[in-house]
């Protein structure tokens, strides 16, 4: 029983840190905070602090990393299905699973991500999370959506594109208040990404199925 008590306590601590750190990015910004602001808004000595994490580096490392393997780990276990879907469905059907999945995860994780993502958060975070969409989309494992050797482009213009466009796309979900459900954002996102911008924004005609997003819809549409 005392075990599970102290684990208990450990898993309160780590979380009133974690939640610290998010407020404190939000209120300060991350190169601005101080150990000494952390300990102070979870309500812990500086002990118990370091006693868990060497510093705010490591804190920022450990809760970013803790979201990049389960997101991963999220994408793996979808990917095998996308890509055999891919073989006998229209690629706005067969990748939709997945981009909902990616939207879900990110809806559940919301707070720390846009905290993370914002101009407020980690650099080399955002950089992190764009190669994530890059390295998901292009390479040559057989986890990936897209081979190098299928490219129509050189893949680094390509892979820095999708990671670029994706991380944009995300990056302006969160900062304007989540006002799309993951449905519609993977919606949005699946019609850029299979039919590509110039018909999104209209200037393109699609010829066969239609897309995803419904004729009324609009890339800055909001739920009622």
């Known amino acids: 029983m005392s075990?599970?008590?102290?684990?208990?306590r450990v898993v309160r601590t780590q979380q009133a840190i974690r939640d610290a750190l998010v407020e404190l990015i939000e209120e300060k910004g991350f190169e601005a905070m101080t150990v000494k602001d952390i300990t102070s808004r979870a309500r812990i000595n500086r002990?118990?602090?370091?006693?868990?994490?060497?510093?705010?580096?490591?804190?920022?490392?450990?809760?970013?990393?803790?979201?990049?393997?389960?997101?991963?780990?999220l994408v793996k276990k979808t990917i095998p299905s996308v890509t055999s879907e891919l073989q006998h469905s229209p690629p706005r059907l067969a990748i939709y699973p997945?981009?909902?999945?990616?939207?879900?995860?990110?809806?559940?994780?919301?707070?720390?991500?846009?905290?993370?993502?914002?101009?407020?958060g980690d650099m080399t975070f955002q950089t992190r999370f764009k190669d994530f969409f890059r390295e998901t989309m292009l390479g040559n494992r057989p986890d990936v959506l897209?081979?190098?050797e299928e490219c129509l482009v050189p893949p680094p213009y390509f892979a820095t594109y999708v990671g670029s466009a994706h991380f944009g796309v995300v990056q302006q979900w969160l900062e304007s208040g989540r006002k799309e459900s993951p449905?519609?954002?993977?919606?949005?996102?699946?019609?850029i990404l299979v039919h590509g911008p110039l018909y999104a924004a209209g200037l393109k005609k699609h010829q066969g199925p239609e897309p995803l997003?419904?004729?009324?819809?609009?890339?800055?549409?909001?739920?009622e």
């Open 3 to 8: 075990g599970n008590t102290t684990d208990l």
């Open 183 to 191: 449905e519609e954002m993977a919606r949005i996102l699946t019609t």
């Open 47 to 73: 002990g118990t602090f370091y006693a868990h994490y060497q510093d705010k580096y490591d804190l920022m490392t450990k809760c970013e990393e803790e979201i990049m393997v389960r997101l991963s780990k």
């Open 98 to 120: 997945l981009v909902i999945a990616i939207f879900e995860f990110l809806n559940e994780h919301s707070r720390f991500m846009k905290a993370a993502l914002g101009t407020k």
């Open 213 to 223: 997003v419904a004729e009324s819809s609009k890339l800055g549409h909001k739920r």
């Open 146 to 148: 897209i081979h190098e």
